[in-house]
């Protein structure tokens, strides 16, 4: 690493020690090392806080993790080689799978060079003077960079664990979101789990299959519906990878960057049949397709929501044997797709295991974990283990965890303290040359994300492109742009059903946190087309400057 402090010794404007810094190595940051370096041949260091790259498959190591859009669309499209080389075994990935993806793509891109690993970023500041970042790491190094690219994640920070008492718990606490990669063994032992959102769903069915016993304490019962998993199809495989450019352009010109047909406009214009056809169908299907691909206006219509919710609720009561239990899994309260839907194998059924208990908290809370398990209003329970799937500071959480401060000291944590200000969730006024990748208001986690790193990857490549074209070192949205854009993305949300349901796509999950649509809802189809627009007008919204130049001619 070389001194940051080059600036003050030397009565120039030196070049900063990287054109660009990268904070983790996960889809996005192997992405953006890769198109910087090899393909625009800049210098390009890579921070990431663990010991292995894969980002959220590297630390979602947890019994059952799976991806749930198939595997041939939630992979790379930027090397046609990779996408044509690359065999994937089932129709939707596990995590194991997708970790050796990404080690494979690390090795054939030869990635690793320029990662620093076990290195986490604890601070960001922009230096006004130098117009670059100086990005601190927890080994107490600084180095300097002219553009600083988040590829942190949007579920990277697990949540703190909110019971009193967890740290005097005589056996072993877990979280599925930093799961040992040596593995756990759960034989003979009586488990716990708390939560039933995505991971907690995974875990619970394979865990039942090992464990001794396992209690699940769930304080809101979710609408999942089937994954439909299966070893890929050769013929499938073939079929895609002979079209995969088409495949791909199809499925960034869809609302979720998965290439479903579209959905029927309401379900409220067709007859009850007509209705519980494509519910039959969309539901065998798996997957998001359930979720995206019956009827448009599910997520904005009240009435046209009842009747999805109210078939899944009638799946959940087929499949569990005691009706109390099946009562108790089956969500009342709020709208179905108002939190994101998990996708599932055989959850319904682990209920009706003698090994499983479900004990429902959202009556009867937990008080406290104990130094033997744990204490609900009603009643106390013993465990070995207690696993907490008890979810992430999203969207925000990584990026406020890394003490990045702009200009004139304003810190982007007071900046977003009423929740996030982004220019396409990408940008932020204040912030110069800071790009989030998948950022708060952009469409992120409701766009497959590999194509939605891709996306936002190549806007910031293009935009470093025109700066150095133009002489140019700095692009900062304007805050009228930023106004814009959040009232816009706020507007789309309060069309939808999501603001009323609490929700981490709502900020809800973390006590405290401004209650924001963290999510633009306007469609990656449509949000494509407006960074296109952005671009296509000169990156209308962005005030692209000289400021080094300006800076080094006042020095000199
Ligand atoms: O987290 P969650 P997750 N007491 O926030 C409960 C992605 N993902 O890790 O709903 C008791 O969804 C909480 O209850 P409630 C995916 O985008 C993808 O499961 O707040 N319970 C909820 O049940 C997903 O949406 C895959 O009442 C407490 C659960 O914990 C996102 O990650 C797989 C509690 C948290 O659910 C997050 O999923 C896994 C408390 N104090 C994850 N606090 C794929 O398949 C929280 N809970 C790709």
Excluded at 244 to 269: F, H, K, W
Aim: with cysteine; hydrophobic share 35%; charged share 25%.
């Amino acid at each position: 690493m070389t001194d940051a402090n080059a600036f003050e010794r030397t009565s120039t404007v030196p070049a900063p020690d990287f054109d660009a810094i990268v904070i983790g190595a996960g889809f996005a940051g192997l992405y953006a090392l890769h198109k910087l370096r090899d393909q625009m041949g800049l210098r390009v260091q890579v921070f990431e806080a663990g010991d292995g790259v894969g980002g959220t498959w590297y630390w979602n190591q947890y019994p059952g993790a799976r991806c749930d859009i198939e595997s041939l669309h939630y992979s790379y499209s930027f090397s046609a080689e990779l996408q044509q080389d690359w065999e994937w075994s089932e129709k939707y990935a596990s995590q194991p799978e997708i970790l050796r993806y990404l080690n494979h793509v690390a090795d054939r891109f030869e990635l690793r060079k320029d990662i620093a690993f076990e290195t986490r970023v604890t601070s960001a500041v922009w230096d006004e003077e130098g117009t670059r970042w100086q990005v601190g790491t927890q080994d107490g190094g600084t180095v300097t960079a002219q553009y600083l690219i988040s590829g942190a994640g949007n579920l990277s920070v697990p949540k703190k664990p909110e019971f009193d008492g967890i740290d005097d718990f005589a056996g072993d606490v877990y979280l599925t979101g930093k799961w040992p990669h040596e593995g756990v063994d759960f034989t003979g032992k009586n488990v716990a789990i708390i939560g039933t959102g995505s991971s907690g769903i995974q875990a619970i069915t394979e865990i039942a299959k090992e464990a001794k016993h396992l209690t699940v304490f769930q304080r809101t019962p979710n609408y999942a519906s089937p994954l439909g998993n299966e070893p890929l199809n050769p013929d499938r495989v073939r079929e895609v990878k002979a079209n995969y450019p088409q495949v791909r352009e199809d499925s960034r010109n869809t609302r979720g960057g998965i290439p479903y047909p579209d959905p029927l406009p309401s379900a409220l214009a067709v007859t009850p049949e007509e209705r519980r056809r494509v519910f039959d169908e969309c539901w065998s299907e798996g997957g998001f397709r359930f979720f995206l691909g019956t009827f448009g206006d599910i997520l904005v219509d009240k009435a046209a929501n009842d009747t999805i919710a109210e078939y899944v609720r009638e799946q959940i009561r087929q499949r569990v044997s005691d009706p109390t239990v099946a009562a108790k899994l089956t969500p009342t309260d709020y709208p179905y797709g108002t939190k994101r839907p998990p996708y599932e194998t055989s959850y319904y059924e682990t209920f009706n295991r003698d090994n499983v208990t479900l004990v429902d908290v959202a009556d009867a809370p937990i008080v406290s974990v104990t130094e033997t398990g744990v204490r609900t209003t009603e009643a106390e329970y013993d465990f070995d283990v207690i696993i907490l799937a008890t979810g992430f500071d999203a969207m925000t959480g990584p990026l406020l965890e890394m003490g990045i401060v702009g200009r004139d000291g304003q810190t982007l944590a007071d900046k977003w303290a009423d929740g996030p200000h982004t220019y396409l969730g990408l940008s932020v006024h204040g912030f110069p040359n800071l790009f989030l990748i998948t950022g708060p208001q952009s469409p992120s986690v409701l766009y497959n994300m590999p194509l939605a790193i891709e996306d936002h990857v190549d806007f910031v490549a293009d935009a470093i492109e025109t700066l150095k074209h133009g002489g140019l070192d700095t692009i900062e949205p304007t805050a009228d742009a930023e106004t814009g854009w959040v009232a816009h993305a706020n507007e789309i949300a309060q069309h939808t059903l999501l603001p009323e349901t609490d929700s981490w796509w709502m900020g809800a999950n973390i006590p405290g946190k401004p209650r924001v649509c963290l999510v633009y809802l306007g469609g990656a189809d449509v949000y494509r087309g407006i960074c296109a627009d952005v671009v296509a007008k000169d990156y209308e919204g962005f005030t692209l400057s000289a400021e080094r130049e300006r800076a080094s001619a006042q020095v000199g």
